[in-house]
């Protein structure tokens, strides 16, 4: 039988914080949020209180379609976007994490 723990004495594990920017260009509107590891561009979206196109989440139907104009970002999954969609700079929101601390993502291009 393990004894109990007192609250706060066991192991923590803790996500190094990211440094950057997310910028988001919606319906002529701009926001930016803080760049957070592990979140997609359209959650990011979310957090800066806009309100993005997209429909299965799963990087399927491509409504959630943008183009990154700074930085770089990797798509888990991607059945939607051409080769060409993707040399040409444009990611699955849904998908999409950022590489890089500051990272552009333009919905209106």
């Known amino acids: 039988m393990t004894e109990p723990?007192?609250?706060g004495t066991g192991s923590t594990v803790t996500e190094p914080a990211a440094q950057?920017?997310?910028?988001?260009h919606l319906d002529g509107?701009?926001?930016s949020v803080a760049?957070?590891?592990?979140e997609t561009l359209l959650?990011?979206?979310r957090r800066a209180g806009m309100g993005p196109p997209f429909s299965c989440e799963a990087g399927n139907c491509g409504t959630c379609?943008?183009?990154l104009t700074d930085g770089t970002a990797t798509m888990r999954v991607n059945d939607a976007l051409t080769e060409d969609e993707v040399a040409e700079g444009y990611v699955l929101t849904c998908q999409a994490v950022p590489d890089t601390a500051?990272?552009?993502v333009n919905y209106d291009e």
């Open 65 to 67: 379609m943008a183009l």
């Open 102 to 104: 500051d990272v552009t």
């Open 29 to 31: 509107s701009t926001a």
């Open 35 to 38: 760049h957070r590891n592990g």
């Open 43 to 45: 959650e990011s979206a």
């Open 20 to 24: 950057g920017t997310i910028t988001i």
């Open 5 to 7: 723990q007192t609250p």
